[in-house]
């Protein structure tokens, strides 16, 4: 068990290396640089000389592989380098930014998992079959519907319109409340169309029938029998899309004006700020690499069957 | 008992009635009139939430010329000078006098004394020295750039604790008015030891204007309060005293249409950058459009006459002929956005009214271009020996709706068989092309400053160099100069007789006019929209708000 941990570990650590690596190459491919961009701004009125000397300051003539082993090396350390647009270090920006997006993802995933379970009951236990297709039509209209649209019409109608929700400068929770609707929405398309897959699937296997055979109700059938099952492959789901949220929802935190990964990211793109968007390219990937080892470790504890396999192979 | 009334005489009846009518309209006319009154006096209290659509970038004084750091500058720190946007006069603020030698190499300044910044130190000669010494010469071991709009300076020198006098070089006329502008807003001694980059956190930012940063959350929120002892205010102001508000709070919703939303829903107090569209909104709905001119060049598009494609003057006059900009500004803008009749703002300093040399006539242009050898191709592209007339420029972000009115450029070439791409681009793309003059032989052009100043900022190629001229920023230039035009432009920046600076502003206009250099569009303001209760909403000289005036009356 231990030897399999650590080679999930060890896969792991490879990946994100990986992600590194081929971000600070493509970065470097790309033309101009943060530097060029932020001071050959007419604004600011440089000259070429000024410029080139500030360049020298920063370190951006160097050769690729001394670039790339500093920056390794810094990462490894914890050192992100330093954002030239903002013009303050990375990690401080990186970890400020962080709260905003793990409650957004949270949440946003939790409102997302209770949407699809809903609709995965509702068209599992629906009496009419015409209902049960217009449930089963809902995920596709729901990953359809553009989420800068949702954002900004829940905004007209929640916030301008009815006036519930305060837009600007809302307390903590009531600024939480659109903006995870407006995730919400498309990300519980794909959980319920996996789940309601799963669902059918399972009410296909034999120990069904047995249940149903003993006497137990539809709802019963779903709740004590067939959940448990489906539920795996859409944990898998859940854990690859929470590592997407956690990379930041760019549209909904620019929509909503909250500052999370997502717009940190979309402002580094923008200036082509190549450390923060490593920086940000790095911890997405660390995010995803750990999301999925711990759904895989957790699969053994959802399934039993799996533990003795486990408990046979050691 | 009711039968055992009193008789009474029908006078006596009416006098009683009319009396208590009396009294009665006496007492509401004195209710009525009291708000009324209360309306016209300024009110004291209150926090104003601001929306802007970006977050401050650094808040080093020079930097100012960005519109979101304009905006808390111009509330943190005071000038020198204050410049009328009305008159555009220069008008005494921190320094109550001064004196300007006549070849305008020396200037004194005797300042006002009792100033302070908000951490206590003193607003005297040694700290104006100090800041000006470094807006005019930069401080590269700290990363400080040269201030755009001060011209050959030399050196300072403290006369007395409220005497400073600043030497220059050569004369420099456009300087009493750099003393006015956003970019010279005065910050303390500590402020100014710091990095340039530590400067992008307000916090750090100490002025002595009327209001203070509170706090900051980077990127998202700006709180300001208001300075309880300030006691400075612009020399001709009645107001002097404290701020009338007590704090306001900059607020930063990426989307427009949640900016406009806000406000019209009462969540938000003042927004800028509320676009020609979005204006029949916000009259509709009573509440307050402001759009101040800023008073400089003109939004337009510039030529990169080393392109072989533009050299030619004819190919550019077809160009500026075949542009219908009353088209645009009909279709895009609104009445806030008047079409343009020379290089500058008809509201600046030195503006000749060229509206005859600006014309559109699409005949002419085709004559013009069939003249200089274009024929038409076999997709209605024009061509001469082998090569396309086929033109890129870059979307400038910043301008408003620039991506609609260069597409609307774009058609309207067309017509004549001239193909411009309009192309959005990255920033690092954009950056590098603009400096390439075969890349991009059309560029946008558009800067505002209330100065005669201004157009060299725009054309001379030490500065902005829009046209791109050997010996600017571009090292990609072969070998397009005008040596005539940079005369011009070196003299309006040294002619100490204001009069004669105007003069040379009009000849520079003719000259980039006559060679069509710049086709410029319209005179581009700030728009801001505010609610009925937001009284006292002022503007500086080139459109930044002003909010030390500011009070509500709700």
């Not at chain 1, 990462?75 to 970890?95: E, I, K, N």
């Not at chain 2, 300007?100 to 300044?109: G, I, M």
């Not at chain 2, 900059?250 to 949640?258: C, D, F, L, M, R």
């Amino acid at each position: 068990m231990t030897r399999y941990v650590i080679g999930r570990i060890a896969q792991a650590a490879l990946v994100v290396w990986a992600a590194f690596t081929v971000s600070f190459l493509l970065l470097q491919a790309l033309p101009g640089d943060a530097i060029m961009i932020k001071f050959l701004n007419p604004e600011l009125g440089l000259g070429p000389d000024e410029v080139q000397a500030l360049r020298e300051a920063y370190g951006v003539d160097q050769p690729l592989l001394v670039q790339y082993l500093q920056a390794l090396g810094n990462f490894l350390t914890g050192d992100f380098g330093y954002s030239v647009q903002a013009g303050v270090p990375v990690s401080p920006r990186l970890w400020v930014n962080l709260p905003a997006t793990l409650r957004l993802a949270t949440l946003g995933l939790a409102f997302a998992a209770v949407l699809a379970v809903a609709l995965a009951f509702l068209s599992t236990l629906s009496p009419f079959v015409w209902l049960r297709a217009v449930i089963q039509a809902a995920p596709g209209l729901f990953v359809s519907i553009p989420v800068f649209w949702l954002g900004i019409m829940l905004i007209q109608i929640f916030s301008f319109r009815l006036k519930w929700i305060s837009v600007i400068n809302p307390g903590e929770f009531e600024g939480l409340i659109l903006p995870v609707l407006t995730l919400a929405v498309p990300i519980s398309a794909p959980l319920a169309q996996i789940l309601m897959r799963n669902i059918d699937e399972v009410l296909t296997q034999p120990f069904v029938a047995v249940a149903r055979a003993k006497g137990a109700s539809p709802a019963g059938v779903l709740w004590r029998h067939v959940a448990k099952n489906a539920l795996l492959p859409t944990m898998t789901m859940a854990g690859v899309l929470f590592g997407e949220l956690l990379a930041g929802a760019v549209i909904t935190e620019t929509v909503f004006g909250l500052s999370g990964i997502g717009s940190l990211t979309e402002q580094s793109v923008r200036f082509q700020d190549s450390s923060v968007i490593q920086a940000v390219v790095v911890f997405s990937a660390v995010c995803f690499v750990g999301v999925n080892l711990i759904v895989d470790l957790l699969y053994p504890v959802f399934d039993p069957r799996l533990r003795k396999q486990k408990v046979a192979a050691a | 008992m009711a039968k055992e009334r009193l008789p009474v005489s029908l006078k006596q009846f009416f006098r009683k009635r009319v009396r208590t009518a009396a009294a009665l309209a006496a007492v509401l006319a004195l209710s009525v009139s009291v708000p009324v009154l209360a309306q016209d006096a300024p009110v004291q209290g209150g926090t104003l939430i601001y929306l802007e659509q970006q977050a401050h970038t650094n808040l080093y004084p020079p930097s100012g010329g960005f519109y979101p750091n304009g905006g808390v500058l111009n509330q943190i720190t005071d000038k020198l000078t204050y410049q009328n946007p009305e008159t555009l006069e220069i008008e005494p603020w921190i320094a109550e006098s001064w004196e300007v030698n006549a070849d305008a190499t020396e200037y004194t300044f005797k300042l006002r004394s009792g100033v302070t910044f908000s951490d206590g130190t003193p607003v005297d000669a040694a700290t104006v020295a100090l800041n000006y010494d470094i807006f005019g010469l930069g401080k590269p071991n700290l990363k400080y750039p040269v201030s755009e709009v001060i011209n050959n300076y030399d050196h300072s020198e403290v006369i007395d604790e409220h005497t400073v006098k600043f030497v220059f070089k050569r004369p420099s006329p456009g300087f009493l008015q750099g003393t006015a502008v956003i970019g010279s807003g005065l910050v303390s001694t500590a402020t100014l030891a710091l990095p340039f980059d530590e400067l992008g956190d307000a916090t750090k930012i100490i002025g002595s204007g009327p209001f203070v940063v509170a706090s900051e959350t980077l990127g998202k929120e700006l709180k300001l309060t208001a300075r309880e002892d300030y006691n400075w205010g612009p020399a001709k102001f009645e107001h002097q005293g404290r701020a009338y508000l007590d704090g306001i709070t900059y607020i930063i919703p990426p989307e427009a249409s949640v900016r406009i939303g806000a406000l019209l829903a009462g969540q938000a107090d003042v927004i800028r950058q509320i676009q020609a569209y979005d204006e029949p909104q916000v009259t509709a709905a009573a509440f307050t459009l402001l759009a101040p001119n800023t008073r400089g060049v003109n939004n337009s598009i510039a030529f990169r006459p080393d392109n072989p494609l533009v050299a030619d003057i004819k190919v550019r006059q077809a160009l500026s002929l075949a542009t219908n900009t009353q088209e645009i500004v009909d279709t895009l803008f609104s009445e806030n956005y008047p079409r343009a009749t020379s290089v500058i703002s008809s509201k600046a300093a030195g503006y000749v009214d060229y509206s005859d040399k600006l014309v559109f006539d699409q005949e002419k242009a085709k004559a013009l271009l069939a003249e200089a050898g274009w024929t038409p191709g076999p997709d209605g592209i024009l061509a001469k020996d082998g090569q396309k007339l086929d033109l890129t420029v870059y979307v400038s972000l910043p301008q408003p709706q620039n991506e609609g009115v260069l597409q609307l450029i774009a058609q309207q070439w067309a017509q004549v068989g001239v193909k411009l791409n309009v192309l959005p681009g990255d920033a690092g793309t954009r950056t590098l092309d603009q400096l390439d003059p075969l890349k991009t032989p059309v560029t946008v052009a558009m800067v505002g400053r209330a100065d005669p100043d201004v157009i060299k900022s725009g054309f001379h190629p030490k500065n902005r160099d829009w046209l791109l001229q050997k010996g600017g920023s571009s090292q990609n230039v072969q070998s397009f100069v005008d040596d005539d035009l940079n005369t011009l432009l070196e003299a309006i920046a040294s002619e100490p007789d204001h009069d004669k600076r105007l003069a040379i502003s009009g000849e520079i206009q003719a000259r980039v006019l006559d060679q069509y250099y710049q086709i410029p569009i319209f005179e581009e303001p700030q728009a801001f929209a505010a609610a009925p209760y937001v009284h006292g909403l002022e503007f500086e000289a080139v459109g930044r708000p002003s909010f030390y005036n500011v009070w509500l009356s709700r």
